[in-house]
């Protein structure tokens, strides 16, 4: 059974940074490609960035250039380091992992709040 938990969210100022961490336990982290997704209130969730078990990144065009996905496939760690926040940046930030295609490997974190003051 796999379990992620997420942590680093909070209240910044607009400008500021966080650095959101997401450990999971399991035997599948190396393997699984990691991904943060956010959800605003009153809007779909979305896919912020993800990470393959390669190392391989994608980020939506929102965060490009402000936002880093990494991961530590030793601490079984991913993290999302966000710098130049903006107001538009607060949601619940959720953890996510999919396993290899086929496998139905998707498993979801309970979710940290990121507030971006104005």
């Known amino acids: 059974q796999v379990q992620l938990v997420e942590s680093g969210g909070g209240l910044v100022q607009a400008g500021g940074s966080l650095r959101l961490s997401c450990v999971a336990s399991g035997r599948f982290f190396s393997i699984s490609t990691m991904g943060w997704y956010r959800q605003a209130p009153g809007k779909q969730r979305e896919l912020v960035a993800d990470?393959?078990?390669?190392?391989?990144?994608n980020y939506a065009d929102s965060v490009k250039g402000r936002f880093t996905i990494s991961r530590d496939n030793a601490k079984m760690t991913v993290y999302l380091q966000m710098n130049s926040l903006k107001f538009e940046d607060t949601a619940v930030y959720y953890c996510?992992?999919?396993?290899?295609?086929?496998?139905?490997?998707?498993?979801w974190g309970q979710g940290t709040q990121v507030t971006v003051s104005s």
């Open positions: 990470i393959t078990s390669g190392g391989g990144t």
């Open positions: 996510n992992m999919k396993g290899p295609m086929g496998w139905g490997l998707v498993a």
